[in-house]
């Protein structure tokens, strides 16, 4: 079984990840976690639950990549940020790190946050110019600053402070991406003109169903039963210069608790700046929920609190997506989006890696 394991390791590609319809094989043989009441009293914490990896549905490698760190002993930190940086340095995914789509003006600024269960402690960095892996800045505001977050120019001094190169992080298939928002601009940007919380068509909005929201979110428990979590993007595409997204947010784009578990988001993060939806999972979870139906739960908060009319459609409901990942302490797995019906996310344990079914609030 283990030989089999590291074969994949090795050269992961999507056609070695075994796919699996649902939680079988994580949560069928896990059970379900005990329900507590009081949101004070954490659930003991198992001895050893087995290693587990979760990422968005686009950080497949990332999972083994991740898992085979951990095999090998090292912390769930170590091992989440080394496999996001698969994501992070591919030039073809426009929607983290290099090649990851510009803001408005054609500079990417990228975001991203980790969590480390152990120590309770957080870093991030926001709109950071010019530094391909900023999962690892994140990392190092968490181990060698006493700050959390580091923004902008201070963000990236701090990277060149600890030898990471300046580099263009624009390539030219993301540059064209970008001239040819440029040149349709009219319709799709995200400056709104004086309107009516009420109305629907405001004229200069971009399309919210069409708009290209990436990210990856990695959250593992290690060999020692330690949580950690990451979550990196460029942000929204063609966003407002200077623009934060939910990502490098701890609470929103991410949060993460030893005792309980971790949650990580991908999607339109305004909406998940507005309700902490990764904090609020994780209290769930701290509650009892399984990890998909807190997932579920902040999806339905979401859409809840949505109330403005350009971001609902003629039925009352949200016209954007989001989409939450979630594990808890037991070892359990799940996640949610607000629209779906076939979407997926990876996950790997020490058998491989495999995709599981995102629960979803409405389906089309
Ligand atoms: N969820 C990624 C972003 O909105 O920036």
């Given at each position: 079984?283990?030989?089999?394991?590291?074969?994949?390791?090795?050269?992961?590609?999507?056609?070695?990840?075994?796919?699996?319809?649902?939680?079988?094989?994580?949560?069928?043989?896990?059970?379900?976690?005990?329900?507590?009441?009081?949101?004070?009293?954490?659930?003991?914490?198992?001895?050893?639950?087995?290693?587990?990896?979760?990422?968005?549905?686009?950080?497949?490698?990332?999972?083994?990549?991740?898992?085979?760190?951990?095999?090998?002993?090292?912390?769930?930190?170590?091992?989440?940020?080394?496999?996001?940086?698969?994501?992070?340095?591919?030039?073809?995914?426009?929607?983290v790190g290099?090649?990851?789509?510009p803001n408005?003006?054609?500079?990417?600024?990228?975001?991203?946050?980790?969590?480390?269960?152990?120590?309770?402690?957080?870093?991030?960095?926001?709109?950071?110019?010019?530094?391909?892996?900023?999962?690892?800045?994140?990392?190092?505001?968490?181990?060698?600053?006493?700050?959390?977050?580091?923004?902008?120019?201070?963000?990236?001094?701090?990277?060149?402070?600890?030898?990471?190169?300046?580099?263009?992080?624009?390539?030219?298939?993301?540059?064209?991406?970008?001239?040819?928002?440029?040149?349709?601009?009219?319709?799709?940007?995200?400056?709104?003109?004086?309107?009516?919380?009420?109305?629907?068509?405001?004229?200069?909005?971009?399309?919210?169903?069409?708009?290209?929201?990436?990210?990856?979110?990695?959250?593992?428990?290690?060999?020692?039963?330690?949580?950690?979590?990451?979550?990196?993007?460029?942000?929204?595409?063609?966003?407002?210069?200077?623009?934060?997204?939910?990502?490098?947010?701890?609470?929103?784009?991410?949060?993460?608790?030893?005792?309980?578990?971790?949650?990580?988001?991908?999607?339109?993060?305004?909406?998940?700046?507005?309700?902490?939806?990764?904090?609020?999972?994780?209290?769930?979870?701290?509650?009892?929920?399984?990890?998909?139906?807190?997932?579920?739960?902040?999806?339905?908060?979401?859409?809840?609190?949505?109330?403005?009319?350009?971001?609902?459609?003629?039925?009352?409901?949200?016209?954007?997506?989001?989409?939450?990942?979630?594990?808890?302490?037991?070892?359990?797995?799940?996640?949610?989006?607000?629209?779906?019906?076939?979407?997926?996310?990876?996950?790997?344990n020490a058998?491989?890696?495999?995709?599981?079914?995102?629960?979803?609030?409405?389906?089309?």
């Amino acid at each position: 079984m283990k030989k089999e394991f590291k074969t994949r390791m090795t050269s992961p590609s999507r056609r070695d990840f075994i796919r699996k319809s649902s939680l079988v094989g994580v949560a069928a043989t896990l059970g379900t976690a005990p329900r507590v009441v009081g949101a004070v009293t954490a659930p003991q914490k198992p001895k050893s639950v087995g290693p587990i990896v979760i990422s968005s549905r686009n950080g497949s490698d990332s999972v083994l990549k991740a898992m085979e760190i951990i095999q090998s002993g090292a912390d769930a930190l170590d091992a989440v940020v080394a496999g996001v940086n698969l994501v992070e340095e591919d030039p073809n995914d426009t929607s983290v790190g290099y090649g990851g789509l510009p803001n408005a003006d054609g500079i990417v600024q990228l975001d991203a946050a980790v969590m480390h269960g152990p120590t309770g402690r957080a870093g991030s960095v926001a709109c950071i110019e010019g530094i391909k892996y900023p999962s690892k800045i994140a990392q190092l505001v968490l181990e060698r600053t006493d700050h959390v977050n580091l923004v902008g120019k201070g963000a990236q001094e701090f990277a060149v402070m600890h030898g990471y190169p300046v580099e263009n992080l624009l390539t030219e298939k993301a540059r064209k991406l970008w001239v040819r928002w440029r040149e349709t601009l009219s319709s799709k940007d995200e400056y709104l003109p004086p309107h009516d919380p009420s109305e629907k068509d405001i004229g200069s909005l971009y399309d919210p169903v069409k708009r290209h929201w990436g990210t990856i979110h990695c959250s593992a428990i290690d060999l020692a039963g330690n949580i950690s979590s990451v979550t990196t993007t460029s942000g929204l595409a063609f966003k407002i210069p200077g623009r934060v997204g939910d990502s490098p947010i701890i609470g929103a784009g991410l949060y993460c608790d030893n005792e309980v578990g971790a949650a990580g988001s991908t999607g339109r993060g305004e909406a998940n700046l507005e309700n902490l939806a990764s904090f609020l999972i994780v209290e769930r979870m701290r509650e009892g929920d399984t990890p998909e139906a807190a997932c579920l739960y902040a999806c339905q908060r979401i859409a809840d609190h949505t109330r403005v009319g350009h971001l609902l459609d003629d039925n009352g409901r949200p016209n954007f997506n989001v989409q939450f990942y979630a594990l808890n302490a037991q070892g359990e797995v799940g996640g949610a989006e607000i629209w779906g019906g076939k979407g997926k996310f990876a996950a790997a344990n020490a058998d491989g890696g495999f995709l599981v079914d995102l629960a979803a609030l409405y389906t089309r």
